[in-house]
C-alpha cells in the first residue's frame, strides 16, 4: 500500500504563488509516474500535471501550462506542484495521485491507484 499526504494548499489573492507537496510513503512510487488533479464545488475531478518516474518528462493541463511547474524527489518520495499567477479559477481541492505501472495516460484518473486526502486552494480576487 502507498499513503499519499498533501500539504501546501491555503488562501491567496489571485497573482500570488503556492507550492503543494504530496509526501508518499508505504510502498515505494518512485518507480511510477504521479500525478495531480483537483475538483472544484459541482464540477468532476480534472487533470492538472503529471510526471514519468524519473521527474523528465512532465504533462500539464492547458488551462495551467505556463504558470505550474511539477517536480518530483525520489530521495525523499516527495512529489511537488509550484503554481504561479494563481487564478480565481484556480480555487479547488488538490489531490495528487500515484499509479502502479510506468506506462499511463497521464490526464485519466482510473490510471492511478492511490489517492491522497486532497489541500483546499482558494484564490480569492
Known amino acids: 500500500q502507498v499513503q499519499l499526504v498533501e500539504s501546501g494548499g491555503g488562501l491567496v489573492q489571485a497573482g500570488d504563488s503556492l507550492r503543494l507537496s504530496c509526501a508518499a510513503s508505504?510502498?515505494?512510487?518512485?518507480?511510477?509516474?504521479m500525478g495531480w488533479f483537483r475538483q472544484a464545488p459541482g464540477k468532476e475531478r480534472e487533470f492538472v500535471s503529471a510526471?514519468?518516474?524519473?521527474?523528465?518528462?512532465?504533462e500539464y493541463a492547458d488551462s495551467v501550462k505556463g504558470r505550474f511547474t511539477i517536480s518530483r524527489d525520489n530521495a525523499k518520495n516527495t512529489m511537488y506542484l509550484q503554481m504561479n499567477s494563481l487564478k480565481l479559477e484556480d480555487t479547488a481541492v488538490y489531490y495528487c495521485a500515484a499509479a502502479e505501472r510506468r506506462r499511463v495516460d497521464y490526464p485519466y484518473p482510473n490510471e492511478y491507484a492511490y489517492w491522497g486526502q486532497g489541500t483546499q486552494v482558494t484564490v480569492s480576487s
Open positions: 508505504g510502498r515505494t512510487t518512485t518507480n511510477y509516474p
Open positions: 510526471v514519468s518516474w524519473s521527474g523528465v518528462a512532465a
